[in-house]
Structure formats: C-alpha cells, structure tokens
C-alpha cells in the first residue's frame, strides 16, 4: 500500500485546502469561514487518517468520508458564489477540483473495497 503522500488525491486535495484557507483569510463572516475551510481540510485528513489505519474496512469508511466532505464544500462553494463571497470564475475552479477528487475517491474506494471481499 502506498503512502498518503503518494497518492495524487490527497495531494490535490491538500493544495485545494491550502488555496480555501488562503482565499478566505479577510473574510469576515467567521461562520461561513470556519465551515468551508473545515470541509475542505476534512478531505486529505480523512485519506491520511484512512490510510494510517489497519484495515482495508476502514480505509474505505475514511475514503468515503473524504468523498463526502467533497460534496459538502462544493455545496458550500456554490453556497459562497451565490452570496457573493466566493467570485465565480475562482468558485467554478475549485467545483471543477472537488468532482475530480470525488471521481478519484470513487475509484480508490472501489478497489479498496474489492481487496476486502
């Protein structure tokens, strides 16, 4: 099994992370703030929790996980385009990533669950 540090996925998803925190930063409404940025940091975490347990069981729950936090900041991105703290050309990007990242966490869940039947 590969380290986490390898895996494209949560590369890709820790630079989205890191770009959400960067964006955000003056932004005021601490809420929204808090929440966006925890989505976003929720999905390498998960992979890296995932991938430092001893099971291929919870390595996939951890993916799944992810995944989920995947689908909960591209709500909250389309959320931020639409009040106007999220500017739409950076909001389409970052939506962009997150299906990608889902679509990767799809595939790496399937072949962690088949090793496990």
């Given at each position: 099994?590969?380290r ?5 996925v949560?590369?890709r998803s820790?630079?989205?992370s ?19 940025t ?6 390498p975490?998960n ?9 291929d069981?919870?390595l996939?729950n951890f ?5 989920g936090?995947a ?10 385009m ?6 739409t ?6 939506i ?8 990767m ?10 090793r496990?039947?």
């Amino acid at each position: 099994m590969a380290r986490f540090e390898e895996l494209e996925v949560w590369k890709r998803s820790a630079r989205l992370s890191a770009n959400l925190y960067k964006a955000m930063i003056d932004l005021k409404d601490f809420g929204f703030r808090d929440q966006i940025t925890r989505a976003g940091l929720s999905i390498p975490s998960n992979i890296a929790e995932g991938y430092e347990r001893n099971s291929d069981k919870e390595l996939a729950n951890f993916l799944n996980y992810a995944k989920g936090s995947a689908g909960e900041l591209r709500t909250q991105v389309y959320i931020g385009m639409e009040i106007g703290y999220i500017k739409t050309e950076i909001g389409k990007g970052w939506i962009e990533e997150c299906e990608e990242i889902s679509k990767m966490l799809h595939g790496l869940i399937r072949t962690v669950r088949a090793r496990i039947k």
